[in-house]
């Protein structure tokens, strides 16, 4: 099993930045994919961003391409989703995923995530 634990949400102003770190607990972190999805109220989980286990590649969905940046420290166990130039749009609960590494790349599913953390809140305000 995998423990997540995220911190860093908030109210922000439009423009502003914000870091979420994820922790990781129960399994050798190199060994897990880690995501980050978001929900917003009255729609579906989506995705935002992935991270292989080494930290070598990164894939964004398009709505926060160029804004925000995944990345880890595999000798902290921790992942983080630094969140620039936010929008109205980007309030949601976030929440981190982890899985264990497979022949491919990029995991952008939700379903194909087994483990979760709690999820936190980011508030833009315009």
């Known amino acids: 099993q995998v423990q997540l634990v995220e911190s860093g949400g908030g109210l922000v102003q439009a423009g502003g930045s914000l870091r979420l770190s994820c922790t990781a607990s129960g399994r050798t972190f190199s060994s897990l994919n880690m995501g980050w999805f978001r929900q917003a109220p009255g729609k579906e989980r989506e995705f935002v961003a992935t991270i292989t286990w080494s930290g070598g590649n990164t894939y964004y969905a398009n709505s926060v391409k160029g804004r925000f940046t995944i990345s880890r420290d595999n000798a902290k166990n921790t992942a983080y989703l630094q969140m620039n130039s936010l929008k109205p749009e980007d309030t949601a609960v976030h929440y981190c995923?982890?899985?264990?590494?497979?022949?491919?790349?990029?995991?952008?599913?939700?379903?194909?995530?087994?483990?979760w953390g709690q999820g936190t809140q980011v508030t833009v305000s315009s």
């Open positions: 995923a982890a899985r264990i590494s497979g022949a491919r790349f990029f995991y952008t599913t939700a379903d194909e995530y087994p483990y």
